[in-house]
């Protein structure tokens, strides 16, 4: 391997260098999320592809790294795209469960809830006290791919009059339409 890319322009082997380390550094991204996720099978095959890359890439600029400071800047170009990539990538693919937890009134608890049962999404609506007023608070788990398209109707049934927190979920077992 190391013949091969001493028989390259510099300037070429630091372009391959810069984007395997894209490559590598995007998988690790997508590895990362994935064991937090619980799809460790999957995380195991992506972290053994991600191996072979972070050996072929460390092996062709560790003699040289002090020598080539272009194939250093190469490298942490790649690092970082590879961060930048691996993350947009991730967000695209919207990777496992989120929990939506909504505060409203009585007349929005209505409305929202009315939506989620056209979209057949299961909830559970637990009474509550709020600074003010009597408030309902409404917990929905639901895939993440799913969560922006039901977010914005959950909005706009009840005109926006609706307090949300979201966040990944791990784990979860039973439920409404959710069983895992």
């Known amino acids: 391997m190391s013949e091969f890319l001493a ?8 372009l391959i260098v810069c984007c395997a380390k894209i490559v590598e550094i995007s998988i690790q991204s997508l590895k990362t999320c994935m064991m937090v996720k ?17 050996g072929l890439v460390i092996s062709t600029i560790i003699g040289t790294l002090g020598d080539n400071i272009f194939l250093l800047l190469f490298y ?5 795209t590879g961060l930048y990539l691996g993350s947009t990538i991730e967000n695209k ?5 989120s929990n939506l937890e909504l505060i409203a009134s009585d007349e929005s608890t209505e409305l929202i809830t009315a939506y989620l049962k056209k979209e057949n999404k299961g909830y559970t ?7 003010v007023d009597k408030m309902n608070m409404i917990f929905v788990v639901l895939p993440r791919k799913e969560m922006p398209k039901i977010l914005k109707g959950i909005r706009k049934s ?3 009059k609706v307090f949300v927190v979201a966040s990944d979920v791990s784990k979860y077992a039973g439920g409404y339409g959710m069983v895992k």
Request: proline share 2%; charged share 10%.
């Open 93 to 97: 693919l919207a990777l496992g469960t």
């Open 125 to 131: 609506v637990f009474a509550g006290q709020g600074s």
């Open 7 to 14: 028989s390259l322009h510099p300037v070429l082997v630091c």
């Open 76 to 80: 942490c170009i790649g690092y970082a």
């Open 158 to 160: 009840c005109d926006n």
């Open 38 to 54: 619980g799809q460790r099978l999957k995380a195991a095959g992506l972290g053994f592809i991600e191996c072979i890359i972070w």
